[in-house]
């Protein structure tokens, strides 16, 4: 079936630092993929999206690439903000299965 | 504006007893979606609907139902046949149900059974 791992958190990081989160996945066909992001006590907002391959998502400074090869669809931002400490979550549609499948989340932290 | 609204944002209930979740949309979307989300495990897909008077099981429906009688709403009940019920709620609509599509979330309600 279809998973999507994300690396653990939490990552803490001082303001201005830059930010990698690892999202790698496994899908049949050729899913698209998502960031969302939770901030504290809300609902989750899309972040960026990719719908095929070598596709770059890029919203509020972040940016994810999708590579079919390496099957990852990592997020990056060259410089954190104190406002970015959320909890993040990778996602892919397949469209066998019709529905969105969710990382675990990765909550980063920003600190002056 | 346009949205997603749920309520009761905090929710109480001893166990044993139904709960009725309200999730209202007006952003005239055909799909709705009812996540539950526990730490440490992200979101999981309880039920969801493509269109009125119909809806398919998700990853996790037992102990939930659901109805859609209308376009708008999309209220989740959790039965007491739900092992473990606490846990925050979340509703999220889209457009359809195709890969592209952004699924929009409400706030989300967090539930406690005492």
């Known amino acids: 079936g279809n998973s999507v791992t994300q690396m653990e958190g939490p990552v803490t990081l001082s303001e201005e630092a830059f930010l990698t989160i690892n999202c790698t996945y496994t899908?049949?066909?050729?899913?698209?993929l998502f960031w969302y992001v939770q901030y504290p006590g809300e609902g989750l907002q899309l972040l960026l999206k990719?719908?095929?391959?070598?596709d770059k998502g890029s919203n509020k400074g972040f940016e994810a690439t999708y590579r079919k090869e390496t099957t990852s669809f990592h997020l990056e931002k060259g410089s954190v903000q104190v406002s970015d400490s959320a909890v993040y979550f990778c996602?892919?549609?397949?469209?066998?299965?019709?529905?969105?499948?969710f990382g675990t989340g990765t909550r980063l932290q920003v600190t002056l | 504006d346009g949205g997603i609204t749920q309520s009761p944002k905090y929710l109480f209930r001893k166990e044993g007893q139904n709960v009725t979740l309200s999730c209202e949309q007006n952003?005239?979307?055909?799909?709705m979606y009812w996540y539950r989300q526990d730490p440490g495990q992200g979101l999981r897909l309880i039920y969801y609907?493509?269109?009125?008077?119909?809806?398919q099981k998700g990853d996790i429906a037992e102990g939930y139902s659901v109805s859609r009688e209308k376009k708008e709403s999309f209220p989740l009940t959790v039965t007491s046949a739900q092992k473990n019920p606490t846990a925050f709620y979340l509703c999220?609509?889209?457009?359809?149900?195709?890969?592209?599509?952004?699924?929009?979330f409400g706030p989300g309600t967090r539930l406690t059974v005492l």
């Open positions: 952003l005239n979307h055909d799909a």
């Open positions: 999220a609509s889209s457009i359809g149900t195709s890969g592209g599509n952004e699924q929009f």
């Open positions: 990719a719908t095929k391959a070598d």
């Open positions: 996602a892919l549609w397949s469209g066998t299965a019709s529905k969105l499948t």
């Open positions: 609907s493509q269109i009125v008077n119909d809806f």
């Open positions: 899908a049949t066909g050729y899913p698209s």
